[in-house]
């Protein structure tokens, strides 16, 4: 069964710690790029972190810029997001996706990406 599988939010404090893991099944993640996206309760879905798969290149939202490690371990076909330094404006449910397009496409119009992922709550609360 081709799936992308996310997990790995729950709830933690202001300024804890998180890694969101987006493992894929059926196919190989080598050749997508992988996305990262979030959506809160009432806002707009927003693009957060990406990683190509030509040569790794990363890209962050300006909002998480510093705080948050995207990385690809190919070897176990997953893709992880490190989330550090964590506010209660990181809580939503984040997604990733997987797209063949690239990650400059994926973040303007996250329809093109050609799999999602079901989503994991993050909630940053005290």
């Known amino acids: 069964q081709v799936q992308l599988v996310d997990s790995g939010g729950g709830l933690v404090q202001p300024g804890g710690s998180l890694r969101l893991s987006c493992a894929a099944s059926?196919?190989?993640?080598?050749?997508?790029?992988i996305g990262w996206f979030r959506q809160a309760p009432g806002k707009e879905r927003e693009g957060v972190s990406c990683?190509?798969?030509?040569?790794?290149?990363?890209y962050y939202a300006d909002s998480v810029k510093g705080r948050f490690t995207i990385s690809r371990d190919n070897a176990k076909n997953t893709v992880y997001l490190q989330m550090n330094s964590l506010k209660p404006e990181d809580t939503a449910v984040y997604y990733c996706?997987?797209?063949?397009?690239?990650?400059?496409?994926?973040?303007?119009?996250?329809?093109?990406?050609?799999?999602w992922g079901q989503g994991t709550q993050v909630t940053v609360s005290s």
């Open positions: 996706v997987a797209g063949t397009v690239g990650c400059a496409p994926i973040a303007t119009r996250p329809s093109m990406a050609d799999y």
């Open positions: 059926g196919f190989t993640l080598d050749y997508y790029a």
């Open positions: 990683i190509s798969s030509s040569d790794g290149s990363t």
